[in-house]
T-cell receptor, first 113, second 113 residues
Framework: EPEVTQTPSHQVTQMGQEVILRCVPI?????FYWYRQILGQKVEFLVS????????KSEIFDDQFSVERPDGSNFTLKIRSTKLEDSAMYFC???????????FGPGTRLTVL | GENVEQHPSTLSVQEGDSAVIKCTYS??????FPWYKQELGKRPQLIID?????GEKKDQRIAVTLNKTAKHFSLHITETQPEDSAVYFC????????????FGQGTTLQVKP
């Protein structure tokens, strides 16, 4: 069964550094999402992406964040200058249509020191 | 803004008993309501979902009910087993929108053998 994959599984970085989190959505999916989950808290929406552009972003997704689909398979989340409060698990998700099941990747645990 | 409230935050039941988790949503335009199960350190996985044109849906030991007037929906697990122990998240989404999911705070279900 196809799955969403994410790399790396764990990323440790220093405050102020740039990080790029990578995702490979399921191949025939059209809608892509990033969510984050601070330890012990709920999953929070960051951004949705369709037809090569952002369709919606949350208040969390400020100018430090950007997303890109550089080729036909990868979907990346970049944090330009990480802060301590960016430490969280970041999940990528994808689906065929806006209200179809969203399939989540295994997550990248980001630790900002 | 959009909000989903989930109760209880923790739930402990004996194996074989039923478990009920309740969610309320704020945006009356919401019409897609998935439930995700998240085991420790793993990705959220869809266990059941319901759309606003039905009031109830069942899949073996799991059922979801939806009350659009009251803007709440519930997850029912019957004959609970130890492997049902996990964190359960409800979510809401608006059809025709970007597909973003707004999650509840999560319920930690412990099924004691």
């Amino acid at each position: 069964e196809p799955e969403v994959t994410q790399t790396p599984s764990h990323q440790v970085t220093q405050m102020g550094q740039e990080v790029i989190l990578r995702c490979v959505p399921i191949s025939n999916h059209l809608y892509f999402y990033w969510y984050r989950q601070i330890l012990g808290q709920k999953v929070e929406f960051l951004v949705s992406f369709y037809n090569n552009e952002i369709s919606e972003k949350s208040e969390i997704f400020d100018d430090q964040f950007s997303v890109e689909r550089p080729d036909g398979s990868n979907f990346t989340l970049k944090i330009r200058s990480t802060k301590l409060e960016d430490s969280a698990m970041y999940f990528c998700a994808s689906n065929m249509g806006q209200n179809n099941e969203q399939f989540f990747g295994p997550g990248t645990r980001l630790t900002v020191l | 803004g959009e909000n989903v409230e989930q109760h209880p935050s923790t739930l402990s039941v004996q194996e074989g008993d039923s478990a009920v988790i309740k969610c309320t949503y704020s945006d009356s335009a919401s019409n897609y309501f998935p439930w995700y199960k998240q085991e420790l350190g793993k990705r959220p996985q869809l266990i059941i979902d319901i759309r606003s044109n039905v009031g109830e849906k069942k899949d073996q030991r799991i059922a979801v009910t939806l009350n659009k007037t009251a803007k709440h929906f519930s997850l029912h697990i019957t004959e609970t087993q130890p492997e049902d122990s996990a964190v359960y998240f409800c979510a809401a989404s608006i059809s025709g929108n970007t597909g973003k999911l707004i999650f509840g705070q999560g319920t930690t279900l412990q099924v004691k053998p």
